[in-house]
Nanobody, 126 residues
Framework: QVQLVESGGGLVQAGGSLRLTCATS????????TAWFRQAPGKEREFVAA????????RYADSVKGRFTISIDNVKIRVYLQMNSLDPEDTAVYYC???????????????????WGQGTQVTVSS
């Protein structure tokens, strides 16, 4: 069983920045793809960004391209989501997800991930 813990959420004004962190109960993320999803009130959980454990392949939702950056640290124990130019439309609970790496590119599908964190709230005020 892999446990994931998100941190870094909060309240920020439109145009501001936040950095989310995902940590794992395993020794590292080696061998796992990691992704961020988000869920706004009354909406489906949607893909935001994903990264392979090597950091060599990343994928983004069109809505966050150019504003958000996903990365994994050099020792492969934390995955980050740097969020810039935040908009009220980005308000949601953000979830970290992981799965054993099986392909060269990380999945963008919710059902492609086996392990989920509890989520961290991001609120962007206008």
């Amino acid at each position: 069983q892999v446990q994931l813990v998100e941190s870094g959420g909060g309240l920020v004004q439109a145009g501001g920045s936040l950095r989310l962190t995902c940590a794992t109960s395993r020794r590292s993320f080696i061998g796992y793809d990691t992704a961020w999803f988000r869920q706004a009130p009354g909406k489906e959980r949607e893909f935001v960004a994903a990264v392979t454990w090597t950091g060599g392949s990343v994928r983004y939702a069109d809505s966050v391209k150019g504003r958000f950056t996903i990365s994994i640290d050099n020792v492969k124990i934390r995955v980050y989501l740097q969020m810039n130019s935040l908009d009220p439309e980005d308000t949601a609970v953000y979830y970290c997800a992981a799965r054993g790496a099986t392909t060269m590119r990380p999945s963008t599908q919710r059902n492609g991930y086996d392990y989920w964190g509890q989520g961290t709230q991001v609120t962007v005020s206008s």
